[in-house]
């Protein structure tokens, strides 16, 4: 019997963040990158995994499968593992700044999805080693090699493993008009995950519908977002994919490069701030325990969380 909790894993996530060299928004600075994260779990045995397979494809990994890519010689049933999802949330810095921004992201932005997704992909391997360290196997999916983008046929680019689709699944949040996940922390946020051979109580999901917390779905309006995307991608009908990404590669990447990091960088997310579900679920969709906008001082390096 183990005595790893979920407060244990919502600790290490947690303080791993609180460390200001590993949440830094640019290497050997001071600013931090994210702000407090939230925590969700979801049973491996969960039926919603199934259904979302069903949705995206055959291709796309059960928790049990994407357990198997990392410990193959293991076996495991569903109902011995557990999905771990987080939200690592965009700063106020952050997000005050990409406001400001109409047609290119803000310098912030950028380096929160250059430094930030690094940071990112450090949480997934602390946190694999240190559940290893306690004798739990644990996977962080999209670190695997054999994580790869896929075409889903009624989706479009898709991948093996989705972190959006875990944290849906972990109680995190459900999905707007511009395909952000809109969480208690809002949709300016990036996303992480990992299964875990240990069972643990889910979060549970405070919706049933999947577009629960968008006011286009919810209410037929808002559609903000829709003015906010200087590419046009996204419409009454939805997230266009391949406008999005054209957009990116041609326009955001290229400036990216040139006049802020000098590297190329997938950065863009103008969709994400200046719109009511930026930093909170909208209010009157949000259940009565929603957190709202939690605070940067979380982060901010030698301060104590509140
Ligand atoms: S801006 Fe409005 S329409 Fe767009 S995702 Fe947010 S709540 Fe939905
Ligand atoms: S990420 Fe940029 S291009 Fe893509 S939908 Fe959002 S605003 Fe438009």
Redesign the pocket.
């Known amino acids: 019997m183990s005595d790893i909790t979920r407060e244990w894993i919502e600790a290490v996530i947690g303080d791993y963040l609180k460390d200001p060299e590993r949440n830094a928004i640019s290497p050997g600075g001071t600013e931090p990158a994210f702000a407090a994260p939230l925590v969700g779990f979801c049973r491996g045995d969960d039926p919603i995994f199934e259904t979302i397979k069903g949705h995206i494809g055959e291709f796309y990994w059960t928790p049990q499968e994407a357990f198997q890519q990392g410990f193959p010689d293991l076996t495991v049933s569903p109902d011995q593992l557990t999905v771990i999802a987080w939200i690592l949330p965009q700063t106020r810095e952050t997000k005050k700044e990409h406001r400001a921004c109409k047609e290119f992201p803000g310098k912030r932005w950028s380096r929160v999805r250059h430094y930030g997704e690094q940071i990112n992909e450090n949480l997934r391997r602390h946190l694999e080693t240190r559940l290893n360290e306690k004798g739990i196997p644990a996977v962080a999916p999209s670190l695997s090699p054999a994580w790869e983008k896929k075409k889903s046929p009624r989706y479009g680019y898709a991948s093996t493993w989705s972190e959006r689709h875990a944290a849906y699944a972990c109680g995190l949040g459900t999905f707007g008009l ?1 395909d952000g996940l809109i969480t208690p922390a809002g949709k300016a946020m990036r996303v992480g995950s990992a299964v875990a051979r240990i069972a643990l109580e889910s979060t549970g999901r405070p919706y049933e519908d999947h577009h629960a917390y968008c006011l286009h779905h919810a209410r037929n309006r808002c559609g903000i977002c829709i003015s ?4 046009g ?2 419409s009454k009908s939805g ?1 266009d994919k391949v ?2 990404r054209t ?2 590669r041609q326009v ?1 990447r290229p400036y990216v490069e040139a006049h802020q990091m000098g590297v190329p960088v997938n950065s ?5 701030v200046k719109v009511p579900c930026e930093s909170r679920i909208p209010a009157e969709l949000a259940p009565n325990t929603a957190e709202t906008d939690p605070p940067d001082s979380g982060h901010t390096h030698g301060k104590e969380s509140p």
């Open positions: 511009s906010r995307c200087p590419a991608a996204i997230h406008k999005c957009y990116i955001t863009c997310g103008l969709c994400q």
